[in-house]
């Protein structure tokens, strides 16, 4: 552990380190970041009340205004809904499952898309091919519109009475199958640009494996930028759940995220009762902003080109 | 009066752990019509030189001190479009790469037009014959035809052709060249630089050819200027620069050309590097690797001197020797 | 020129030959035609009648030639929801979607493009940085929240705007248009408005990155060493190779903004082919969700192979793949 000290020192001095401490919109964002997903894990003990338990909910207390306004309660700071669910806390609980469903969409995009990039570039020839065809034509369709239809599909293939239940899985699914192209194409870039490297040849002539040759050797090499990916991919995962919610076909209002809160919000526009709709917008609007932002600067700090 | 002098420049950049001086204090003329030749190894100051003429030097880079002065006229602080009109007019640039010189979707003649309408007010017929002149002049064969091509139609000489063209077409007195016939194939470089030389004496255009390369200078100029880490450290006539080099870099930098005919069993080199241009040693930058050096040339450093058919920056000569 | 037309088309026939493969494919597995067709107490005979007509008692091959057959004439059956022929259903929805998405993309490339160039060649401007915090927004911000948004200012607070459906439509032919009436418009102008402003924002940041990075240029510099005045720089030199691979990202685009027509309708109950999608996937209406597929895949493929051509056109480089580089 000697070397860990200097080591830490070198990573806080570092271009990188040191890039992200001047820029505050990057320290900013990572910050209110921070403060989501702590939110959305101890959701359960942060919030003031669980909104989809039925017992704790008094009717009485029902499209209340928030705290500020007038007839609001402070018990319920950003007001509640017509059942008299507390909008704060449906929205940690929203958050909860917003980023539960971006986070785990956004692992199974990268490690599919990480596989068959490393399989196509390595592998080469009609395996390579074959996977490059159905990336591009992946790529032509727009991405919402892939995720509906697989969205579509998997749901069509389950029996109704099981789809609210399995609308998370569905949901990752979809999101997942959608968006692992792109990490596929960066890593079979760079696996067929390191398959040709010495240290390969050497590993091969040892009689190492092909399958231990991927992973143990090319792999490391090759997740530079699938980490500026995965973060861009976050937020464009967290945008598509929330529209697949607000369309009716992603998760119920049992067990909503932010798209479906407002989706639900919505119909109540023309009533009056605006908190419902605006803040649990304004919480997702400002968590993909703070994922896009960081995803920027993190792709600037990392650009060769502009250092 | 000379055409153009560099007076004590500085050139500053800053960074992000203080500024850095690419030029130190860097002072020299040229006269109408000459060929002054600019050498040094990579990172020494030259093209930084060439771009403080130009007033081109990217920000946030900057001319910390001195002066630049156009036939005895202070030309760096001059206000943008006022140096826009002299760029091109009065001093033209020519720069390394042919292909990306070259703007892809534009024909190389309408490049060479617009250059001309602008600095000389030609109608469009006047300037399309002239650019034709100007093709033919350059050595571009079927000039009429190729008028009307795209850059990525010509090979590479034939390109930095057109860029000589596009950089002379309106009639500069004084030329940037840097390294014009570095991206070149070897055998297309020698016909770069005798068409370039014969042009500038043809229209008396003074150059100032920046290179690396110590062979492109003994072709074609008249003078040559050596700079080390920033600074000048010899200049003279190029015949006695190159047989009797008086400054030990530059006698180095001689000595390290291998010579054919002559069998050496290891090529001559420089020790070590040329040093960072952050925080520079007191005395003089060459001196630790000087196999003349003497003790007060780490300290003191050596102002240029007159010696030879010009000048040169080193204790060994002058009144400290 | 022509090989490249003729290995074109060829590609954009089996791309839509795999498309339709999958349209097949879901009416084979999903959902149940029979018990969707049929009223609910039909009994086994009725059923079995029903198998035969549809013809799903023949081999897998025969039944997958007799699809592909019938989709090339734009023929996919009936609606499972309200048993009408689904080409008539996409038939009387595509003028709402085609209308929308023509005055989007319109809108998009009208105020994106001129943005873009603004903000790359004034990056310090006041003008400019407020730009890029609403071009941050306008991509962070989900489709759906601008369009309640304006929905919320314009139509409930102002209410000078309606908020569904697409107002009064004139007759004309086979197509129906909102173009003519004023209710047409105004129905018109707050779903386009959301439906251009992320494309509106994309445009800009894809114009100002691209700008920067042509500004940037060796021959940007020579020109710039030749005392190209910075008018000319800009407009001239600079911005045809900006634009250049900015239009041809712009065309590949089109396709996303008929995909978010589907979020768009859905909002304002706009009559259209995206917010048939969505009530059939919702349904799980097979046939329309196929035929949708179908028709949109169709479309795409038109469109990418098109931009090709223009890219090769426009793009002199690639035109001159005939006229190698001579001389010396």
Redesign the interface.
Known sequence: MSNFMPMLYAFWDSDIT?SFRKSRVAVISALVLLAMFLTAIFAPSLAPQDPFNIAELDLFDSELPPAWAEGGSAAYLLGTDTQARDVLSSIMYGMRISLLVGFASVILAAVMGVALGLLGGFLGGIVDAVLMRIADVLLSFPPILVALLINGILRGALPSSAQAESALIVLILSIGLTNWVQYARTVRGSTMVERRKEYIEAARTLGTGKLAIMIKHILPNVLGPVLVIATINLGMAVLTEATLSFLGVGMPPTQPSLGTLIQIGNEFLFSGIWWVVVFPAAALAILVLAVNLLGDWLRDALNPKLR | MSLLELDNIVVEFPT?RGPLEAVKGLSLDLDEGEILGLVGESGAGKSITGAAI?G?IEPPGLIRSGEVRLRGARIDNLPADKM??????EI??I?Q?PL???????TVGE?LI??MR??LGLDQKTARQRAIDWLAEVG??APEARLDQ?P????G??RQRV?IA??LC?EPKLIIADEPTTALDVS?QAQILSLLKRLCRENGTAVVLVTHDMGVIAETADRVAVMYAGRLVEIGDVKQVIEEPLHPYTRGLMASIPQIGIRDRRLTQIECAMPGLRNPAPGCAFAPRCPRAMDHCHSIRPAPQDAGTGQVACHLYGETS | MFAFLIRRIIQAALVMLVVASIAFLMFRFLGDPISNLLPEDATVQDRAEMREKLGLNDPVLVQYGRFIADAAQGDFGQSYRNNRPVSDLLAERFPATAELVLVAAGLALALGVPLGIYTALNPRGWLSQGLQVISLLGISVPTFVTGILLILVFSVSLGWLPSFGRGKVVDLGWWTTGFLTVSGLKALILPAIMLALFQMTLIMRLVRAEMLEVLR??????????????R?LHF??AL??TL?PVMTIFGLQLGGLIAFAIITETVFQWPGMGFLFIQAVNFTDVPVMAAYLVLVSFIFVVINTLVDLLYNVA???LR?ER??????
């Open positions: 040191y | 992000r130009t081109l826009r009109r002299i760029r091109g007019k033209g640039a720069f790469d990306t010189s070259l703007n892809p979707v534009y490049q617009d250059t602008v600095h571009i064969p795209y990525h139609q010509f090979s000489g034939m860029v596009l950089a309106a297309v | 240029a060796d021959y940007i510099k020579f020109a710039k060493a030749r005392g190209i005045p910075n000319m001239k030199y045809k190779n250049i793009d002199p480089r001159a006229t190698p580089a001579r001389g010396v």
